[in-house]
């Protein structure tokens, strides 16, 4: 595929409203159709956009249980936000695809994608009222693959890590679609960045990284989460293997999952 190098993180794209260049990340605050266009292509996206199924907002907050008593002790109000109103458009999903060799599109049953042989299925173990599985559309020409990685309102795994946006992805599940990738992949894109879990997953298998968020609120936080995902792969590259079970534990909670 034709190269050509990203521009300079120093240099703020048109379209761009912030910059910020974390270790071998380069993170956009502003509209994927505005900043995509300034970008050279990349060897691939994954990415997670706004389904139209208006999962955003306060509404999320009532779902996930039918207890009230669990409910107010485990819902996060992540205020009101509007970005789930409608799928996002035609002309952007052609222009991700134009813009990269490999996709991996989550929600792809919702937008307009020829047909492929390889979805990523990621089953939830989910028993209340949320779908039980989400499906990622690739074009890659393998099989259907499928985790199953429990995310059931507050019964889910990850629970170490907070959740920060209303449809924030597990690390492990997008680490799991990162393995999915060819293996000469390069790069990755994530346009719809959110809270930053594609990028989390990206630092910690050394892959550089780009992001697109039009949200401050959510591109704040995913610099964060990046930033603590750098601090962590550079812990794990300069230490020797963990004799101490307990550091062991710890190497565990960022290791890949098993398919
Ligand atoms: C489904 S969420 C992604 C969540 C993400 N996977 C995570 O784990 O946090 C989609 C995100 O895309 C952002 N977004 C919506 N339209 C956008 C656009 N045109 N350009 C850039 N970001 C956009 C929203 O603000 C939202 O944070």
Same mark, same amino acid.
């Given at each position: 595929m034709p190269r050509q190098s990203l521009p300079d993180a120093a240099v703020k794209p048109a379209g761009a409203v912030r910059v910020e260049r974390i270790g071998n990340a380069t993170l956009y605050l502003g509209r994927c159709? +505005?900043?995509?266009?300034? @970008?050279? !292509?990349?060897?691939?996206?994954?990415? +997670?956009?706004?389904? *139209?199924?208006?999962?955003?907002?306060?509404?999320?907050?009532?779902? *996930? !249980?039918?207890?009230?008593?669990? #409910?107010?002790? !485990?819902v996060t109000d992540y205020g009101d936000f509007d970005w789930d109103e409608q799928p996002v458009s035609r002309e952007i999903i052609d222009a991700i695809r134009r813009q990269s060799k490999w996709q991996i599109i989550f929600g792809g049953n919702y937008f307009h994608l020829p047909p492929s042989p390889c979805w990523l299925v990621w089953d939830k173990l989910n028993t209340g009222d949320f779908a039980d599985c989400e499906l990622a559309w690739t074009n890659m020409q393998t099989a259907v693959r499928r985790i199953q990685f429990h995310w059931n309102g507050c019964m889910r795994k990850e629970r170490e890590i907070p #959740?920060?946006?209303?449809?924030?992805?597990?690390?492990?599940? &997008?680490?799991?679609c990162l393995q999915h990738l060819p293996a000469d992949v390069g790069e990755v @894109?994530?346009?719809? &960045?959110?809270? *930053?879990? !594609?990028?989390?997953?990206?630092? @910690? #298998?050394?892959?550089?990284?780009? *992001?697109?968020?039009?949200?401050? #609120?959510?591109?704040?936080i995913a610099c964060r989460r990046i930033e603590a995902a750098q601090r962590q792969a550079d812990l794990f590259v300069s230490l020797p293997p963990a004799e101490d079970p307990a550091d062991q534990r710890l190497a565990d909670l960022f290791a890949e999952p098993q398919p």
């Open positions: 159709e +505005d900043v995509l266009p300034t @970008l050279a !292509t990349v060897d691939a996206v994954v990415t +997670d956009p706004p389904y *139209g199924i208006k999962e955003n907002g306060r509404r999320v907050r009532s779902r *996930g !249980t039918s207890s009230a008593r669990v #409910r107010r002790m !485990t #959740r920060e946006h209303p449809t924030q992805k597990p690390v492990g599940v &997008m680490q799991w @894109l994530d346009p719809f &960045m959110g809270s *930053g879990t !594609t990028g989390v997953a990206c630092v @910690l #298998r050394g892959l550089p990284f780009f *992001g697109i968020e039009k949200d401050a #609120r959510y591109f704040d």
